[in-house]
């Protein structure tokens, strides 16, 4: 064979030669690539690539005409989103859960995610802000993700416990307030410059995490008026005590003595967040007391137990609202 290796190239130099002989072969090939594309294949091998790419319609129990009517009814989209979970599928697949900056929050099935030499590298790990390419079939809440490019990673996190545990916080809280599909161009802008202050300022997660809290209450309605009693509508600046009680500020006289009482440190704090952006707030922040610091981690918590209407939890094992909201140090 060695002797006659030269003979299997004579096709690049010898004039009319063709790369093989099999004319019957060639002849029949394009209506064999149209048989497995619609009707599937019984080899192991191209069973298995067919999986891969996810477009072929292997035998089933199902009529071929309810496939080709679900790929006519898959809807291609492209949306910037960043990565909040990812749950094991199978042996190699992955659901992920993200928020969206157009279709608010998303769950869906990546195919092979988990594999070693995934297509997808690490572009869907918690926290990463990425683009992504996928198909919405009809009726179906589990979106297909075909394509995730990164835009901006956050792995320098990982290493620090806290920071993660405050993110897993954020990206829960998030879950639990954001309807799903239903997209919120100023809670995105949110969540992507908390994220970032606290990837630059791994010091002040906490706060953050803090002036999030506040916001997202603000943002889902949850978030009562500060400077004005909630009744009477009246000056909260006079100088008298305010009070939280069902959810409201009151002030002196429409407290009826009864409610959480407020310092005007507190108000001016709260109403300081809806006002500033998250590195000046924190800054601020700084200055306050320790006891106003319990005040308003107190009133958060308030505020959010009884928007979620089940208590302090929070879902999260072993972390509680309660837990976070603590007195910041």
Same mark, same amino acid.
Request: hydrophobic content about 40%; aromatic content about 8%.
């Given at each position: 064979?060695?002797?006659?290796?030269?003979?299997?190239?004579?096709?690049?130099?010898?004039?009319?030669?063709?790369?093989?002989?099999?004319?019957?072969?060639?002849?029949?090939?394009?209506?064999?690539?149209? $048989?497995?594309?619609?009707? #599937?294949?019984?080899?192991?091998? *191209?069973? &298995?690539?067919?999986?891969?790419?996810? =477009?072929? !319609? /292997?035998?089933?129990?199902?009529?071929?005409?309810?496939?080709?009517?679900?790929?006519?009814?898959?809807?291609?989209?492209?949306?910037?989103?960043?990565?909040?979970?990812?749950?094991?599928?199978?042996?190699?697949?992955?659901?992920?859960?993200?928020?969206?900056?157009?279709?608010?929050?998303? $769950?869906?099935?990546?195919? #092979?995610?988990?594999?070693?030499? *995934?297509? &997808?590298?690490?572009?869907?790990?918690? =926290?990463? !802000? /990425?683009?992504?390419?996928?198909?919405?079939?009809?009726?179906?809440?589990?979106?297909?993700?075909?394509?995730?490019?990164?835009?901006?990673?956050?792995?320098?996190?990982?290493?620090?416990?806290?920071?993660?545990?405050?993110?897993?916080?954020?990206?829960?809280?998030?879950?639990?307030?954001?309807?799903?599909?239903?997209?919120?161009?100023?809670?995105?802008?949110?969540?992507?410059?908390?994220?970032?202050?606290?990837?630059?300022?791994?010091?002040?997660?906490?706060?953050?995490?803090?002036?999030?809290?506040?916001?997202?209450?603000?943002?889902?309605?949850?978030?009562?008026?500060?400077?004005?009693?909630?009744?009477?509508?009246?000056?909260?600046?006079?100088?008298?005590?305010?009070?939280?009680?069902?959810?409201?500020?009151?002030?002196?006289?429409?407290?009826?003595?009864?409610?959480?009482?407020?310092?005007?440190?507190?108000?001016?704090?709260?109403?300081?967040?809806?006002?500033?952006?998250?590195?000046?707030?924190?800054?601020?922040?700084?200055?306050?007391?320790?006891?106003?610091?319990?005040?308003?981690?107190?009133?958060?918590?308030?505020?959010?137990?009884?928007?979620?209407?089940?208590?302090?939890?929070?879902?999260?094992?072993?972390?509680?609202?309660?837990?976070?909201?603590?007195?910041?140090?």
């Amino acid at each position: 064979m060695a002797t006659a290796l030269w003979a299997l190239w004579i096709f690049e130099c010898g004039e009319g030669v063709e790369p093989t002989s099999k004319d019957a072969e060639r002849a029949v090939r394009r209506a064999v690539l149209w $048989r497995r594309k619609f009707f #599937g294949t019984q080899r192991a091998g *191209s069973r &298995f690539r067919q999986q891969r790419s996810g =477009y072929a !319609l /292997v035998r089933t129990s199902r009529p071929i005409t309810e496939h080709l009517w679900d790929i006519a009814n898959m809807k291609v989209r492209e949306t910037e989103a960043i990565i909040l979970r990812s749950y094991k599928l199978a042996e190699a697949d992955k659901i992920i859960v993200c928020f969206s900056r157009e279709m608010g929050i998303l $769950r869906g099935t990546a195919r #092979g995610a988990r594999k070693l030499k *995934s297509k &997808f590298g690490a572009s869907l790990e918690p =926290y990463t !802000l /990425v683009t992504l390419s996928l198909y919405e079939r009809e009726g179906k809440e589990l979106l297909s993700i075909r394509h995730a490019e990164l835009i901006r990673s956050y792995f320098g996190l990982a290493q620090e416990y806290q920071i993660m545990d405050s993110l897993a916080y954020l990206a829960n809280l998030l879950i639990e307030f954001a309807p799903p599909h239903e997209p919120s161009e100023k809670l995105y802008r949110l969540v992507k410059t908390c994220i970032d202050t606290i990837s630059q300022h791994y010091e002040r997660a906490e706060a953050v995490i803090r002036y999030f809290e506040i916001w997202l209450l603000k943002l889902s309605g949850f978030m009562p008026e500060t400077m004005k009693c909630n009744s009477c509508r009246g000056s909260l600046n006079t100088g008298g005590q305010a009070a939280l009680r069902e959810g409201a500020v009151l002030c002196q006289d429409c407290r009826d003595g009864q409610g959480m009482t407020l310092a005007r440190e507190s108000l001016l704090l709260l109403n300081a967040a809806l006002r500033l952006p998250p590195l000046e707030w924190t800054a601020r922040r700084q200055f306050a007391t320790a006891a106003g610091e319990q005040e308003i981690a107190q009133v958060i918590h308030l505020l959010i137990s009884r928007a979620l209407e089940r208590g302090h939890s929070s879902g999260l094992p072993g972390r509680t609202v309660t837990n976070q909201c603590r007195t910041l140090a």
